[in-house]
């Protein structure tokens, strides 16, 4: 866009303003409601073709699987809306756990401290990617690609290549894995991450200058919007969530593996896009994210009860993408 028609935009006045904010949330709202009924359309037709889908345990079982993809989709939204990319969140969840794990079973720390230290880490590490990817003004594609492997060798490092476990921690494990009135505790998790990711998208300035930064990056410097500040913060908010996910992993299996997280990216990257995130930036909403979750989720779930060949089901999560993205690109042509 022109220097010319960024000022332009810049100028708007207030009702102006005020109109192309509700066209947008009018916009993010008709993508959210297109993929809950998409999620709704796969969610009857899997109870009509199956017996033991629509079940109190299969429906709790569905939910805790896609706990740890549903909060890390949520961070990633805050990265994606921005208009950028993390590749690394995979292996930076590996990671962080398996230093959760060896600071509170092989070195015999308190698991409270290990993880706090964690969620401290991972939005430092988190950070540090939007610092590069900013200052140095590399791609973040091209920045998170590398983190990627430095990060999958650091857990290789750390642990030898053998597995942590043998958390002796009932109290923690209840909080991270336990069940409050029936429900896991890993799904709660999961919603209080997507209402603390609601509130910081859609209720704060904050949320308001990342919505800004990814769809007109020169505009929201025009009116005065720090933009490489901003996309460090989502980075930031991505990497906290990534840090709570570690800890859950290793409350809930008592230890941790060294191939934890490996190609973990590409399940969060597919939420995120098919819950209706654009590609390029400046559109999304944490519900949407949940909801392609639950999308993925009823994907690996259906193919089982099918009694489906594993091997379709990369088929089924590429093809789903891929429409996701034709989708996305036709509606901003049509815009």
Known sequence: MSNAADMKIASLTPSQASAGKKLAVMSANSRELSVILAALAMFIALSLSTDTFFTELNLISLLRQISIIGILAVGSTFIFISGEIDLSVGALHGLLAMICAAMAIRAGGDIYVSALVVVVLGAVLSGINGVITTKLRIPSFITTLGMLSIY???????????????????????????????????????FA?????????????????????????????AVGINTDRIKILAFVVSGILVGITSFMLVGW???????TGNGLEL?????????????????????GTLVGALIIGMISNGTVLLG????????????????????????????
Do not use: C
Not at 315 to 320: K, P, S
């Open 267 to 287: 399940s969060v990257i597919a939420a995120v896009i098919i819950g209706g995130t654009g590609l390029f930036g400046g559109q999304g909403s944490v519900v």
């Open 308 to 335: 489906v060949d594993s091997y379709y089901e990369p088929i089924a999560h590429g093809t789903v993408i891929l429409l996701a993205v034709v989708i996305d690109i036709w509606v901003r042509r049509q815009r």
């Open 193 to 221: 991450a997507g209402i603390f990711g609601t509130y910081l998208l859609m209720f704060t300035r904050f949320g308001y200058d990342v919505f800004a930064t990814g769809g007109n990056k020169t505009a929201a410097k």
């Open 253 to 259: 299996f008592r230890g941790v593996d060294p191939q």
């Open 152 to 190: 999958s060798g650091a857990t290789l490092v750390l642990s030898n290549g053998m597995p942590i476990s043998g958390l002796d921690s009932p109290l923690f494990r209840s909080l991270v894995a336990g069940r409050v009135f029936g429900i896991p505790a890993q799904v709660l998790w999961m």
